[in-house]
């Protein structure tokens, strides 16, 4: 009968093993956005994982999430908008929760196609709604930033931006609400400095920013600098 009296490292190793088998389990879908953990300065790179995960990854709501991503930064936002409802909807026919908490990740996804279509009221919206969710998602709060600068609530934006700058953030997140927030104030200049401090970070995951958007704000707020000069 000794043979089976659990001791208290036994019974603490057969917990820990337990938590780690579940942990793995829950995260084992996500496995393809972590690995594009390791090549941000690489969006192609990026992109390619994002885009094996579609076929691939059983569970599909994630594999939509990942698809959408790829979209995202190819510019292809109509396609993400697309691939994020058939999600939405997916997780909402099996409201588990797991796909209660994806949904944050969706719709975040969808504030920012929202944003880059220039759909900003929409955009705005949904950030602030996943912002009062999660006071810790801090790319939300950067949509709402971006949007109210857009919209011309420079107010507004700055008041979000002094919450953003409260935390710990990624520096090009930082750069890119500073750099619409200058532009809508119609210091050009200033926007342009920032804009070109954000290519010294890997700023694909801010807001799935692409170089060639950077590029058009650069022309076009370059531009808009010498003409006020």
Not at 57 to 62: A, C, H, I, Y
Request: net charge positive.
């Amino acid at each position: 009968m000794h043979y089976f009296q659990m001791t208290l490292p036994a019974t603490l190793t057969g917990l820990a093993v337990v938590l780690f088998v579940g942990l793995l389990r829950l995260q084992w879908p996500f496995r393809y956005y972590y690995r594009t953990l390791l090549c941000k300065r690489n969006p192609e790179r990026m992109q390619m994982i994002l885009e094996a995960s579609y076929p691939k990854n059983k569970k599909r709501s994630v594999a939509l999430l990942d698809k959408s991503s790829q979209q995202l930064l190819q510019g292809k936002y109509d396609a993400a908008e697309s691939y994020i409802t058939q999600a939405i909807i997916l997780c909402k026919e099996s409201p588990t929760l797991f796909h209660r908490a994806l949904l944050q990740h969706l719709f975040y996804n969808l504030a920012v196609a929202c944003y880059s279509r220039g759909r900003y009221r929409d955009a705005l919206q949904i950030g602030i709604h996943l912002y009062k969710r999660d006071p810790r998602m801090h790319c939300a709060l950067g949509v709402i930033i971006c949007c109210q600068a857009r919209m011309g609530d420079l107010p507004g934006a700055k008041h979000a931006l002094s919450l953003l700058q409260r935390r710990r953030i990624r520096p090009a997140l930082h750069y890119f609400c500073l750099a619409e927030i200058e532009a809508a104030a119609g210091r050009y200049t200033h926007a342009v400095e920032h804009i070109e401090k954000i290519r010294n970070y890997a700023y694909s995951q801010t807001l799935y920013l692409r170089k060639e958007e950077l590029d058009l704000r650069l022309q076009e707020w370059t531009k808009a600098a010498s003409h006020a000069g």
